[in-house]
């Protein structure tokens, strides 16, 4: 079945630094692709929507200087977290859909990324 | 705006209870809902959905019912198995944007 590959699976970092996380699809062409972030106990919050070849559309309160989301190709979404800081620790997960059966394919997740900023 | 609100875990059961895991939502209009479900290092897998009221999503021996009259999407299986030992998470929305709840942990012991 559909695979997305988020890399890396955890990272540490420290305070003022930038992280890199990427988000693959192995065996289709992701038109769309969803940031999403999970603080402990509580809910993934969707934090953007990259569609290929476009700017990202950011939900409201997420900061698009802050967490900078680049997709260049249909198997390839990254997300820069730049100049982290302690608050920004999280676990982030990607999604991927695909384009012909948009309206109706299920999202494909990645594995997740779990960041800790010291 | 849209939320979903799902009971805390862990939930902890033997192998071959009964599990319901409750699933609540409010929302404008009539969202589809689903059930996802996460492996021990693994990515969230859809598990169920259904799109309109009254239906029933089933799949691995788990069912959900989509009730429009209390507003809930409830998680059921007749019997675990220790391999249903993971994260779920119901969500509510399109089949891109979605709206998830905060996860519900189910421990099954041998």
């Known amino acids: 079945g559909a695979v997305v590959s988020q890399h890396p699976s955890w990272v540490i970092c420290k305070s003022g630094t930038s992280v890199k996380i990427e988000c693959r699809s192995l065996?289709?062409?992701?038109?769309?692709m969803f940031w999403y972030r999970q603080f402990p106990k509580q809910s993934l919050m969707l934090m953007a929507t990259s569609n290929e070849g476009s700017k990202a559309t950011y939900e409201q309160g997420v900061e698009k200087d802050k967490f900078l989301i680049n997709h260049a190709s249909l198997t390839l979404s990254t997300l820069t977290v730049t100049s982290a800081h302690p608050e920004d620790s999280s676990f982030y997960i990607c999604?991927?859909?695909?384009?012909?059966?948009?309206?109706?394919?299920?999202?494909?997740f990645g594995n997740g990324t779990r960041l800790t900023v010291t | 705006g849209d939320s979903v609100t799902q009971m805390e875990g862990p939930v902890t059961l033997s192998e071959e209870a009964f599990l319901t895991i409750n699933c609540t939502y409010t929302a404008t209009g009539y969202p589809s809902l689903f059930w996802y479900v996460q492996y021990p290092g693994e990515g969230l897998q859809l598990l169920l959905k259904a799109t309109k009221a009254d239906d029933k999503g089933s799949n691995k021996g788990f069912e959900a019912t989509y009730r429009k009259e209390t507003t809930s999407f409830h998680l059921e299986k007749g019997s675990v198995q220790v391999s249903d030992s993971a994260v779920y998470f119901c969500?509510?929305?399109?089949?891109?944007?979605?709206?998830f709840g905060t996860g519900t942990r189910l421990l099954v012991s041998p």
């Open positions: 969500a509510l929305g399109g089949f891109q944007k979605l709206v």
């Open positions: 999604s991927a859909s695909t384009r012909d059966r948009a309206n109706n394919s299920p999202l494909h």
């Open positions: 065996d289709f062409q992701a038109t769309t």
